[in-house]
């Protein structure tokens, strides 16, 4: 089957569903890249707090069924325990190599793993879209379900909240100048170690809102982090490290590239989202925004 | 391949018996290759039972290999799984659906690991730095479905069953494989002469330039050397170690679960370096053996020992960096410096 011998409103259906596929991973890659433009870590946790971000939202959601508690409690809660990590774990690894916070993290995946594992069990729980969130809305060139519309309008309005956040404000101001060069900011007074911490918090809090924002779509499981992981670490690559546009257009093109091809080849899903990092490392290694300057 | 690459290496000293230049433990340094067979050979002694020796044995080479970029050549790889899967999934499917000799089949899973790795490098060579982890990890993870969606070949989701090798038929004899202790010692000679190899390529021209651009890949770029290309011969030789490994497992479980690829099993060899000592010859056998009998002896204790394996391996990385091995060589060598003891 080819893409041309399919209705065009198929196509443009596809195209909708792969954006709001890829909402879901500029979310987790916006907040990789955060984290890795500013303080030079990757987060391998990252997958894991995701993972445990959906879980708190769909425990808090059987006890208030309310989504919007959900919505806000999970990054909440997530952005705590990110705050809890750099302060107790991350901070005494300042001044090693930038392996050594990528290995801790990457223990700390495990510990998370297995501690949503035995406080919620080794089976996942099953949850979909609230009732106001269910249906689907006629769009103009088909029904498209409600909830991923509702997805693609949040995560658009967090990622405009961020980029003010990051170009407009004064805390976004010291970000952009710590990424380029920390010392700096340090002799100017500013106590840099305070803006990793919060970072590192509002990169987590990012994962966990991913995760609850996720959850509808796919059910929760202790392993769903794993692959998420994958795929962030693809976003970034292909959108270029510490760019917050890179993240976004990455995020949304693998999207696209993802539903696309499992409307033409189901089978080769799953490689599809590889084929495009392997594609631009070959013709554009450092990424398609990248270097443009860090949060460019 | 390897030495026009090396060629203009000569002229870099070699870093071996670092430490105290004419002390007991650079002697002892020197004698590497002799010193680490003769504790594989005497392992079984003292292995709870020799199953889980043979595990060792065969997950020390495949954490050996992984050393070889991260230890030497200071690339943090979080693909190497895909390796040890080629090298288990070529040497099965040779067995199984072709009934090749076993000796056969583990030159052609490793044959199909150098492939891999090979492919795999040329593209994860472009990136640099913490960019390397990540780009390792999605491309072995690309392979692992790919396998996955191999049924025919593979057994997709149920691994490949069915590998059964009762004796190695050799010109004159036939050892049987089914004796536990045949088994590890007929492992033991692969990975014997896997370990002599690694130690020549890191005592050649090659293995200084590795180290090289672990301490300053600007510097090692501006003196000559083709960084790119180096670190792609010695991401496919890696995966050579990794490929040698996975066959010898294969032969070993008579089964290749579709987990072996995971990216969950790349992170038992980063592991396993690291407990062990990545700076070191012989840690990532001290810590193959450290993870396994850690997780035999936790796992009888409770399910969740992956807790307390990440508890660990957390603790290792903030208290513990240079790993178990690391951490006893360091001390001997300054035990070995103390008492003006150099002659």
């Known amino acids: ?90 901070r005494p690894l300042y001044g090693r190599g930038p392996d050594d916070p990528l290995l801790l993290t990457f223990g700390l995946a495990y510990v998370v793993v297995e501690s949503v594992r035995i406080l919620f069990g080794l089976t996942g729980l099953p949850f979909s879209a609230p009732p106001p969130l269910r249906g689907a809305v006629d769009i103009g ?37 710590g990424a380029r060069d920390p010392q700096i900011v340090q002799v100017l007074g500013i106590d840099i170690g305070r803006v990793w911490l919060a ?75 590889f084929a495009v990092m392997a594609l631009v490392l070959l013709v554009r290694p450092r990424g398609l925004l990248g270097r443009a300057g860090a949060f460019g | 391949m390897s030495g026009s690459a090396a060629g203009p290496a000569r002229a870099v000293p070699s870093s071996e018996g670092s430490g105290a230049p004419g002390g007991r433990l650079a002697r002892a340094g020197r004698h590497r290759v002799a010193l680490s067979l003769a504790a ?120 490949l069953r069915g590998i ?44 200084a330039v590795l180290e090289a651009i672990r301490e300053n890949e600007g510097r090692a770029e501006a003196c000559g050397y083709d960084v790119r290309r180096v670190k792609l011969v010695a991401f496919v030789i890696s995966g050579a170690f990794c490929g040698l490994a996975g066959a010898l497992q294969a032969i070993h479980l008579s089964i290749v679960p579709i987990e072996t690829m995971h990216y969950a099993t790349s992170g038992e060899a980063v592991m396993m370096a690291l407990l062990g000592g990545t700076r070191t010859f012989f840690g990532p056998f001290v810590g193959a053996a450290t993870f396994l009998l850690l997780q035999d002896g936790l796992a009888t204790l409770t399910s969740h020992w992956q807790l307390l394996v990440g508890a660990i391996f957390i603790a290792f990385v903030l208290f513990l960096p240079l790993g178990l091995w690391g951490e006893v060589l360091a001390r001997l060598r300054r035990l070995d410096a103390a008492p003006g003891g150099a002659p």
């Open chain 2, 164 to 207: 059964n090798v009762p004796a190695l038929g050799l010109p004159g004899v036939s050892l049987p494989l089914l004796d536990p202790t045949v088994k590890y010692y007929v492992v033991l000679v692969f990975v014997g002469a896997a370990i002599w190899l690694f130690s020549r390529i890191l005592a050649s021209p090659f293995g």
């Open chain 2, 40 to 159: 594989l050979a005497l392992f079984p002694l003292v292995a709870p039972y020799e199953a889980l020796a043979v595990n060792i044995l065969v997950l020390g080479l495949y954490a050996l290999g992984f050393n070889l970029l991260f230890g030497y050549a200071g690339l943090l790889s979080f693909g190497h799984a895909a390796f040890l899967g080629a090298g288990a999934y070529g040497c099965g499917i040779a067995i199984v659906q072709y009934g090749l000799h076993p000796l056969a089949a583990i030159g052609l899973g490793t044959g199909l690991a150098v492939a891999v790795a090979a492919a795999m490098g040329y593209l994860a060579i472009r990136t640099r730095g913490i960019y390397f982890a990540m780009t390792t990890l999605a491309l072995s993870m690309c392979v692992y479905y790919a396998f996955y969606r191999a049924e025919r070949l593979t057994g997709g989701e149920n691994g």
């Open chain 1, 199 to 273: 970072v590192f918090g509002l990169g987590c809090a990012l994962a966990g809102l991913a995760g609850i924002l996720a959850a509808p779509l796919q059910g929760v499981t202790p392993e769903m982090g794993v692959p998420v992981l994958a795929e962030a670490f693809v976003v970034t690559v292909v959108g270029g490290m510490g760019s917050l546009a890179g993240a976004v257009l990455a995020g949304l093109l693998v999207g696209i590239v993802v539903a696309m091809t499992s409307l033409i080849a189901p089978d080769l899903t799953k490689m599809a989202i």
């Open chain 1, 141 to 177: 060139i088909g029904y498209f379900p409600l909830y991923r519309l509702f997805l693609i309008g949040f995560v658009g309005l967090v990622v405009l909240g961020l980029w003010l956040l990051i170009e407009r404000t004064r805390f976004g101001l010291i970000i952009r100048a």
């Open chain 1, 1 to 90: 089957m080819t893409l041309a011998s399919l209705p065009l409103t198929l196509v443009a259906l596809q195209v909708v569903t792969g954006i709001a596929l890829g909402a879901i991973y500029v979310l987790v890659g916006i907040g990789l890249s955060l984290i890795f433009g500013l303080m030079n870590i990757v987060n391998f946790a990252h997958g894991a707090f995701f993972m445990a971000g959906a879980y708190v939202g769909v425990f808090l959601y059987g006890y208030t069924g309310n989504f919007w508690v959900s919505l806000v409690v999970a990054p909440v809660a997530i952005g705590l325990l990110g705050l809890a990590v750099e302060r107790v774990l991350i």
